[in-house]
């Protein structure tokens, strides 16, 4: 029988839990476990709350200011610039559509201020 790595379910719960539990200021190696954790984390957080999700807006937002923290560097600002294309795209796409979704756009443009203002 062949694994289920599903990024949806009791795994991606358990990511979200392990990123959680990593203090704010703490530095990780960022090749480390927990280091690659937290940023799958705020990946799932992050095209989330570009998608709408109003509870994983402030989720990013938090993970954001610990990823930026504690591993910073090359990994971050990597993310940062997916992010934005994501953000930019769909604030785009929301302005064109027939049907706006201001939710959805507003929640893009608050990502697109806070990756744009600097490390935190």
């Known amino acids: 029988m062949a694994n289920n790595f599903s990024m949806h379910g009791p795994h991606r719960r358990s ?5 959680a539990q990593i203090p704010p200021t703490v530095p990780l190696d960022p090749e480390s476990r927990e280091a ?9 957080a992050m095209f989330e709350a570009i998608a709408g999700d109003e509870a994983s807006l402030a989720r990013a937002h938090d993970l954001w200011q610990r ?8 990994r971050v600002e990597e993310s940062r610039e997916q992010y934005l294309r994501f953000a930019v795209e769909t604030t785009k796409q929301c ?3 027939e049907v706006r979704e201001p939710a959805k756009m507003l929640a893009a443009v608050e990502v697109i201020a806070w990756l744009t203002r600097g490390a935190a």
Not at 15 to 19: D, E, M, S, Y
């Open 15 to 19: 990511l979200k839990q392990a990123a």
């Open 36 to 44: 690659n954790e937290l940023l799958e984390a705020l990946d799932d």
């Open 67 to 74: 990823a930026v923290a504690a591993v910073g560097g090359d």
């Open 95 to 97: 302005a064109a559509g």
